[in-house]
């Protein structure tokens, strides 16, 4: 006989053998197996049948479109309060807000059953969201001793200056923060549904947040924003109290929940980051960067939210930015202002609440760019 026969059929033997030793101990693989059962005819199978193979092996991670499920339409169906935007993806979402609960119940199905269409400012990646770890070294446990804790700290800096030139407010410390909004007056325009500081129980602190605005902001600025229920503590998300008359973002148990939230400075948030900012308080460790570094992205120089809104206006052919000052109950029979007024109003209270108001000269610089590009 043929030694190579031989050897050809001892290996094979060895082969089977160890393959039911590994069967017996529930060690073998899925491709281990199905090599075992065809021999020498599972190496002979055509291209075709290996793919074939390959796209059912549980072993193989399946690749399914991300389904994009939003927490901000479960807060619509369930009256949810203290509705406001805090980070990038939710402003995305917000944008495309549908205005009535059976518009979002059918739009969220559909989503769900089909490959995402993507827009050029949108990212597939899947939605996730984890609870604030517990905050280390842990805080005062009465709501006393953490507001006190909360509003400990001494002004380090100056307040901003206007630039005269560009109506944006310069800080020392950070030169590239520059809102054109004060805190006081995105308030008192009207902002977050009214309810920025109503009572909110985090679980990350165990207890209810209220009556916060008391500790949190100026004297001075309390008596302006009367009657508080109007500006600060509404107890249900008002959209007709924003300055735009339209509702975007999120519950603040969202964020929460998405882990956005740094309990250890502010435990409402971006705005209430801003405030302590504009009074003075400056943070180590790189806190201050980072809120700073947030708000670039969405409406600084570049940021996406502010060119977006910015492209719409010129995809619409508006070359003006409507004029803050006017009085919504005059009516305006040019042609030009009513196409302004239809301009995303969910953007312009986004970028309200982030310190921003595009100006007419952002506007004109985008339509250079266009007629830019066009030449």
């Known amino acids: 006989m043929d030694p190579g026969i031989d050897f050809e059929a001892q290996r094979?033997?060895?082969?089977?053998?160890?393959?039911?030793?590994?069967?017996?101990?529930?060690?073998?693989?899925?491709?281990?197996?199905?090599?075992?059962r065809g021999g020498v005819?599972?190496?002979?199978?055509?291209?075709?049948?290996?793919?074939?193979l390959r796209s059912i092996r549980p072993g193989t991670a399946l690749k399914v479109p991300p389904k994009r499920t939003s927490a901000r339409i479960a807060a619509v169906r369930t009256g949810a309060s203290s509705s406001y935007s805090e980070s990038e993806r939710d402003v995305e979402m917000d944008i495309d807000r549908p205005d009535s609960g059976s518009s979002s119940r059918r739009r969220t199905r559909d989503r769900n059953t089909r490959r995402p269409q993507l827009a050029h400012h949108q990212t597939a990646r899947p939605e996730t969201a984890s609870i604030s770890q517990p905050v280390s070294p842990s805080l005062p446990t009465d709501l006393p001793s953490l507001l006190e804790y909360?509003?400990?700290?001494?002004?380090?800096?100056p307040p901003p200056t206007l630039d005269p030139e560009t109506q944006t407010y310069h800080f020392p410390s950070h030169p590239h923060f520059r809102p054109n909004k004060s805190p006081l007056s995105i308030l008192l325009e009207g902002a977050f549904g009214g309810t920025f500081f109503s009572p909110w129980r985090s679980r990350t602190l165990s207890l209810t947040l209220v009556d916060d605005h008391l500790h949190t902001l100026p004297s001075s600025w309390l008596a302006q924003l009367q009657p508080p229920e109007k500006y600060i503590t509404s107890p249900q998300y008002n959209a007709e109290l924003n300055r735009h008359g339209k509702a975007c973002g999120q519950t603040l148990a969202q964020w929460e929940q998405a882990g956005w939230i740094n309990f250890r400075h502010d435990p409402r948030g971006w705005f209430e980051w801003y405030i302590r900012f504009w009074l003075g308080r400056r943070l180590s460790h790189g806190e201050d960067e980072r809120q700073v570094t947030r708000w670039?992205?969405?409406?600084?120089?570049k940021g996406r939210w502010k060119m977006m809104l910015l492209k719409k206006y010129v995809e619409m052919g508006v070359?003006?930015?409507?004029?803050?000052?006017?009085?919504?109950?005059?009516?305006d029979d040019n042609e030009d202002d009513k196409q302004e007024r239809m301009v995303s109003p969910v953007m312009h209270q986004t970028c309200l609440h982030w310190g921003y108001q595009v100006t007419q000269a952002d506007l004109d610089d985008a339509w250079r760019a266009r007629r830019g590009e066009a030449g």
């Open 12 to 36: 094979l033997a060895n082969v089977q053998e160890k393959q039911k030793l590994l069967e017996e101990l529930n060690l073998i693989t899925f491709d281990a197996r199905a090599a075992g």
């Open 41 to 52: 005819q599972a190496r002979k199978e055509s291209p075709k049948g290996r793919r074939r």
């Open 150 to 157: 909360y509003n400990s700290w001494s002004p380090s800096a």
């Open 296 to 301: 670039l992205r969405c409406v600084g120089p």
């Open 319 to 331: 070359h003006s930015v409507f004029d803050d000052g006017d009085d919504g109950d005059v009516v």
